[in-house]
C-alpha cells in the first residue's frame, strides 16, 4: 500500500523559503509521476509541480514557475518541493501525491498525504 508522510511546512516572512518533504513507500516509484497540490481556504485545489520519476521530466504551474522546484531522491523514495521567493499567496495546505503522470497531471492521482501546511506572512 502506497504511503506519503509530507514535512516542512510551516511559518515564513514573505521573500523566504522552505523546502517540503514527502517520503514515499509502499509502491515501485520509479514507475510513478509524483506532484505538489496546495489548497487555500475557499479555492480549489490545484496542481503546483510533478515530476516524472524515472524521466525526471517536470511541470510548473505559471503561478510559481521560476520560483519553486521540484526534485526526487531515488534513493531515499523521496520528493522535494523547494520554495523561494514565498508570497502570501502561496498560503496553503501543500499536498503530495502519487499515481500514473498522467493521472498527477491531470489532477486525479490515487494517492495522497496528509498535507502539510505552509502560511506566509507579509
Known amino acids: 500500500q502506497v504511503q506519503l508522510v509530507e514535512s516542512g511546512g510551516g511559518l515564513v516572512q514573505a521573500g523566504g523559503s522552505l523546502r517540503l518533504s514527502c517520503a514515499a513507500s509502499?509502491?515501485?516509484?520509479?514507475?510513478?509521476?509524483m506532484g505538489w497540490f496546495r489548497q487555500a481556504p475557499g479555492s480549489e485545489r490545484e496542481l503546483v509541480a510533478s515530476i516524472n520519476w524515472s524521466s525526471g521530466s517536470t511541470y510548473y504551474a505559471f503561478s510559481v514557475k521560476g520560483r519553486f522546484t521540484i526534485s526526487r531522491d531515488n534513493a531515499k523514495n523521496t520528493v522535494y518541493l523547494q520554495m523561494n521567493s514565498l508570497k502570501p499567496e502561496d498560503t496553503a495546505v501543500y499536498y503530495c501525491?502519487?499515481?500514473?503522470?498522467?493521472?498527477?497531471?491531470?489532477?486525479?492521482?490515487?494517492?495522497w498525504g496528509q498535507g502539510t501546511q505552509v502560511t506566509v506572512s507579509s
Open positions: 509502499g509502491g515501485t516509484f520509479s514507475n510513478y509521476g
Open positions: 501525491a502519487a499515481d500514473s503522470y498522467i493521472k498527477v497531471r491531470i489532477g486525479s492521482p490515487g494517492y
